[in-house]
């Protein structure tokens, strides 16, 4: 069994529906190519695209695929396989991923992130620590 029209179709509305709610205009970037597994070439189509937090790139092979997501810095921070049965179905293993990426996208904004861990003490009323 493989992807089929439909089901490409449906992924991309579905992403479509997701960036339509978003605040800022966005794209989807479609690009084909091959991987080379055990020594063999296998065709790949892939659509990424912008997520609050960062982005996350769709790549679908013959008969299964993957979500990954990666951060502003370009780090894969996860990625969550998914095959061709059940596409459209809420509980088909493409939805499920779809969600999981989201849900990771909404997390990075409540990770804290310090870049500078100097901290005036002063300010606060606290004593200087050596």
């Not at 794209?27 to 063999?40: C, H, S």
């Not at 609050?52 to 370009?74: F, L, P, T």
Request: hydrophobic residues 35%.
């Amino acid at each position: 069994m493989s992807f089929n029209l439909s089901e490409v179709i449906h992924i991309i509305s579905t992403i479509d529906d997701l960036l339509s709610m978003s605040e800022h205009p966005y794209t989807i970037t479609t690009a084909t190519g091959y991987d080379v597994e055990d020594e063999e070439e296998v065709e790949f189509v892939k659509f990424t695209f912008p997520l609050k937090n960062g982005a996350s790139s769709i790549k679908m092979y013959d008969s299964v695929g993957s979500i990954s997501y990666e951060n502003r810095n370009g780090e894969i921070l996860t990625n969550i396989a998914f095959d061709d049965y059940n596409i459209a179905e809420l509980n088909g293993s493409f939805k499920k991923a779809f969600k999981q990426v989201r849900e990771f996208d909404r997390q990075q904004a409540n990770t804290v992130k310090i870049t500078n861990t100097s901290v005036d003490r002063a300010s606060f009323g606290l004593a200087e620590v050596n």
